[in-house]
């Protein structure tokens, strides 16, 4: 009984997450804490949840760990997300003002269906710039210091190279007409999702959720230290049905999970890994 309960947590938050948007009052929506309220809200909740929770002990967290982990979020919150709105975000709302591209179709939508039109919509684009990191080298370089983590813990989604943190927030969705209440439902929808994904809790939520929903059995599969080539599935940062359409879904669960010799790397190695083959290089030049 205590474990079908805890099996219902990630669905559970889920739904107050995007209930919450539902019915919260415009003055709500529209204030600047709104949306960083609600993120770092689930995200605490997550975490506290990983001590009563465990799934592995190997995972448990230390404060070096926590440490990284949020010296990553309040990087997400602040430079990738100043970096997103103004090369993405601001540049696509300004085209689509430019070229008359509307969809009020989409604005008359009920709430529910508003949200996740575009959490799909927007996760489908995480899955190709995903999948595509992990087959061009130039991209994985930017992506790998991710894979070099050595334990999964709810902020670790935050964690990786800067360039590859700014490519994976790429979306379309400022083309689009849709409520701000179901926009902001869509971000925080795919966080809770995303997080549950990446924490060290011991809850396998109903076939239904797994069956569209990234779980941490599905992305541990994906970090796991076999080799690089079992990473090579699972994309769906919170949107697994991608992969059981493009066929790159596999099931299945991975407990030691990080790359090559499993070293665990430090920021400033994480942020250079992308010039690693030419530092080698000259290394070896030199030599």
């Known amino acids: 009984m205590k474990q079908s309960l805890i099996n219902l947590l990630p669905p559970a938050t889920l739904a107050v997450v995007i209930a919450f948007w539902g ?3 415009a003055a709500w929506v529209e204030a600047p804490w709104s949306l960083l309220a609600v993120g770092l809200g689930v995200l605490v909740f997550v975490q506290l949840l990983e001590l009563v929770f465990e799934r592995h002990e ?3 967290i230390n404060g070096r760990e926590l440490a990284t982990d949020y010296f990553y979020v309040a990087l997400s919150y602040t430079a990738i997300g100043f970096a997103t709105d103004a090369l ?3 540049p696509l709302a300004a085209l689509k003002e430019s070229l008359g591209i509307a969809t009020p179709w989409l604005a008359e939508l009920p709430f529910l269906v508003q949200t996740l039109i575009l959490l799909f919509l927007f996760e489908l684009g995480q899955y190709w710039m995903h999948r595509a990191m992990h087959n061009w080298t130039p991209l994985w370089l930017t992506h790998a210091p991710h894979h070099h983590i050595t334990q999964l813990n709810a902020a670790k989604g935050f964690v990786g190279n800067p360039v590859e943190l700014f490519l994976i927030s790429i979306g379309i969705t400022a083309l689009l007409d849709v409520d ?3 926009l902001f439902a ?3 929808a795919g966080g809770v999702i995303a997080t549950y994904a990446h924490a060290n809790v011991s809850a396998n939520p109903p076939i239904w959720y797994g069956y569209f929903f990234t779980t941490i059995r599905n992305h541990s599969l994906h970090h796991t230290a076999t080799s690089y080539e079992d ?9 697994i049905f991608w992969d059981r359409v493009f ?3 596999r099931d299945g669960e991975s407990a030691i999970v990080g790359q090559d010799d499993r070293k665990r790397l430090s920021i400033k190695e994480q942020w250079l890994f992308p010039l690693r083959p030419f530092m080698e290089k000259k290394q070896a030049a030199e030599g």
Not at 231 to 239: A, D, I, K, P, Q
């Open 88 to 90: 993405i975000h601001s």
């Open 180 to 182: 701000l209440n179901a």
């Open 23 to 25: 019915l919260a009052p």
């Open 247 to 249: 066929g790159t879904y």
């Open 186 to 188: 869509s971000i925080t």
């Open 58 to 60: 190997g995972w448990r």
């Open 231 to 239: 990473t090579r599935c699972n994309y769906g940062n919170s949107v």
